[in-house]
């Protein structure tokens, strides 16, 4: 297997680019071996390590940013422990929900303990509201609702540019089976409903999302990579101000500053979210 088509593990790119910072994770507690072992997969926005047990890996999650295909870089103060915080509640709701995901636990603020799965390497999208690609590649106003939710395909791979992919395309490049494309869809569907329920409770809307999956070892698929601003667009229900209600990775897409400040807000919300209803 060549470096930049694995998918095993998280099923993200190798980039020889991470800066030194990330190199190698500081030592946070004694949950890590040590001296950590090589890094099985570096991605643009994790670091995937093995464990003594093949059927669990560590996920640490970095404050590296990327947008339009790693054509922009940057960094976003406190976005890996943000990420990997907001990650564990969702997971944690839709197990809950019953939806199987790859979460086994948090063991630091920027670690995750996940099963070990093969990455179907799709990216499955599914969409609220219009925004992004889909206005851009149809003309369709950016915030018109889209009901029932659109799910989309796109084929995960960087060199390609993750294109779009249609029914015929899937087929043709079996790389899932149309049963498993069928369970990808459903279970996407699924999440969207859990999560539009979850986020708007905390007055956030949920406009669309990327979603990976994988198969562990045993065979089940599985809910996997992570569930963030960083993966999905989120809207603040609280300001009508079309740039200032954006709280998710366009504002480091489109230059829109206060970065750090979204994500923040998004992780209190949901903190509150939780609290209200414990
Ligand atoms: P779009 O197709 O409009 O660019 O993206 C749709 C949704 O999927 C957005 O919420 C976007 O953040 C997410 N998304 C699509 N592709 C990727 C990707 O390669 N990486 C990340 N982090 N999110 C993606």
């Known amino acids: 297997m060549t470096n930049s088509r694995r998918t095993f593990g998280l099923g993200v790119t190798i980039s020889t680019t991470v800066s030194a910072r990330h190199e190698r994770p500081p030592i946070v507690s004694d949950f890590l071996p040590d001296p950590l072992p090589e890094k099985l997969y570096e991605g643009k926005a994790k670091i995937l390590y093995p464990t003594d047990d093949a059927d669990v890996l560590l996920s640490f999650f970095k404050d590296d940013a990327t947008a339009f295909n790693a054509q922009k870089r940057g960094s976003i103060a406190g976005k890996g422990e943000v990420n990997c915080t907001l990650s564990t509640h969702l997971f944690q709701q839709l197990e809950a929900a019953g939806i199987a995901t790859h979460w086994i636990d948090t063991p630091a603020k920027d670690w995750m303990r996940v099963k070990t799965v093969e990455i179907v390497p799709l990216e499955v999208v599914v969409r609220n509201i219009a925004a992004g690609s889909l206005c ?64 708007a409770r905390g007055d956030l809307t949920l406009v669309d999302f990327k979603l990976e999956f994988g198969t562990t070892r045993s065979g089940e698929i599985v809910l996997a990579d992570e569930i963030s601003p960083d993966t999905c667009r989120l809207w603040d229900r609280r300001e009508s101000d079309p740039q200032r209600r954006i709280l998710d990775k366009d504002r480091f897409r489109q230059d829109l500053g206060k970065v750090e400040d979204a994500y923040e807000t998004v992780l209190q919300r949901v903190a509150d979210v939780l609290e209200a209803e414990k």
């Open 136 to 199: 851009k590649q149809t003309g369709i106003a950016l915030g018109t609702p889209i009901d029932p939710p659109l799910v989309e395909f796109f084929y995960k791979d960087d060199d390609l540019g993750d294109p779009l992919l249609t029914r015929d395309r899937l087929r043709l490049l079996d790389v899932a089976s149309e049963e498993t494309v069928e369970t990808l869809k459903a279970m996407a569907l699924e999440i969207d409903r859990i999560l539009q329920d979850f986020f």
